[in-house]
């Protein structure tokens, strides 16, 4: 089968290989290669009926050399050791993710995207119960898969903003909840604010701190920056979940000349930045063109043209280029297949 590189979109698509890793007795087993698509699961499984469940995102690119590299993969190791903190399921550890998301890559190594695409090899791990309970505990079992797909570029017609819009009636988190953490519940409470930002023309809900609605917390699946003055600006809240992405683009902030600000940012102060973007393993910045306030009817303009501004083009610019392996890996963010 031939895939036709250039009209990826970001879907689905079956590959050769996932891999599979089951935890009970108290003990991880050993690492599964499996070619169907489909798992047996326990109808009692804590997954269904509780949510015990989490997952993580990162990609794997092919550079002009021919290597492909793996993006802050130990980063996302940890962070889902930390999900299952808050969803008490058995820990991952960090070796076995590591292990089978370079087995995931090395057996599917045939749908890595060319460099020449600008698409990549989307990798996801997931973890859930899959041990049975109807009382409200957590599983002693749990199962936790890779598995890869191709994926397009984000943006198809080039880098390019799009609108978000506040609304206040929908949270994505409770104030002491879970929204630190990347598990599938957030994102079900998420789809009725997508689907209405969509049907108003919007690519997504931005989000503020559920208690007060005074900062701003995250815009859909992402976290939010402004620059100003000189000045990287990213929200500090206990229900935002700390992007990788967000993390890398601090530290090439400060490379290029940036002072770098981690703190509560009211929602009025959106209309002092110069630009705003929204950052994620998906799209790395999808610069926000502008952000309309739909309950006070104010609307926060960041860009006239439809083109994102020189600070954040040139951010996104650099931090593919590390992806890519065009510029050297001075961080050790990457992990060569
Ligand atoms: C995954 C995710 C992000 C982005 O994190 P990255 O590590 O940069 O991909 C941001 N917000 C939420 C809610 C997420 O689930």
Not at 134 to 141: I, M, S
Not at 250 to 258: H, R, Y
Request: proline share 5%; aromatic share 12%; net charge negative.
């Amino acid at each position: 089968m031939e895939i036709d590189w250039k009209n990826l979109g970001f879907g689905y698509m079956k590959t050769d290989f996932n891999i599979r890793c089951n935890f009970s007795n108290n003990s991880w087993g050993e690492l599964e290669v499996h070619d169907n698509e489909h798992i047996s699961l326990h109808i009692a499984a804590t997954a269904l009926h509780y949510g015990q469940e989490s997952f993580e995102g990162l990609k794997a690119f092919k550079g002009k050399d021919g290597k492909v590299r793996i993006f802050r993969m130990h980063d996302n190791a940890l962070r889902m050791l930390d999900s299952s903190e808050g969803t008490l399921m058995a820990k991952v550890p960090v070796e076995i993710f590591e292990e089978a998301v370079l087995k995931a890559v090395r057996l599917n190594e045939r749908f890595v995207p060319p460099y020449e695409s600008g698409a990549s090899l989307y990798i996801r791990p997931v973890l859930f119960g899959s041990g049975p309970q109807v009382g409200v505990k957590p599983a002693t079992e749990y199962m936790f898969i890779v598995f890869v797909t191709p994926v397009g570029p984000y943006f198809k017609g080039g880098f390019q903003t799009t609108p978000f819009v506040i609304m206040r009636e929908y949270d994505r988190s409770a104030p002491l909840g879970m929204g630190k953490y990347k598990v599938g519940g957030n994102y079900a409470a998420s789809l009725v604010a997508g689907k209405r930002a969509a049907e108003l023309g919007y690519s997504n809900i931005f989000y503020l701190d559920a208690k007060e609605k005074r900062y701003i917390d995250e815009c859909g699946a992402a976290n939010f920056f402004g620059i100003k003055n000189n000045t990287y600006i990213t929200p500090k809240s206990a229900s935002i979940l700390p992007s990788i992405t967000n993390k890398s683009l601090m530290v090439l902030a400060e490379e290029i000349g940036l002072n770098v600000e981690v703190r509560q940012v009211p929602v009025e102060e959106l209309s002092t930045f110069e630009e705003a973007g929204a950052c994620g393993t998906a799209a790395v910045i999808s610069p926000i063109e502008r952000i309309d306030d739909y309950d006070n009817k104010i609307t926060y303009q960041f860009s006239k043209d439809g083109q994102p501004g020189p600070i954040s083009s040139k951010l996104y610019h650099k931090l593919q280029a590390i992806q890519y392996g065009d510029e050297p890996d001075t961080h050790n963010w990457i992990t060569v297949v």
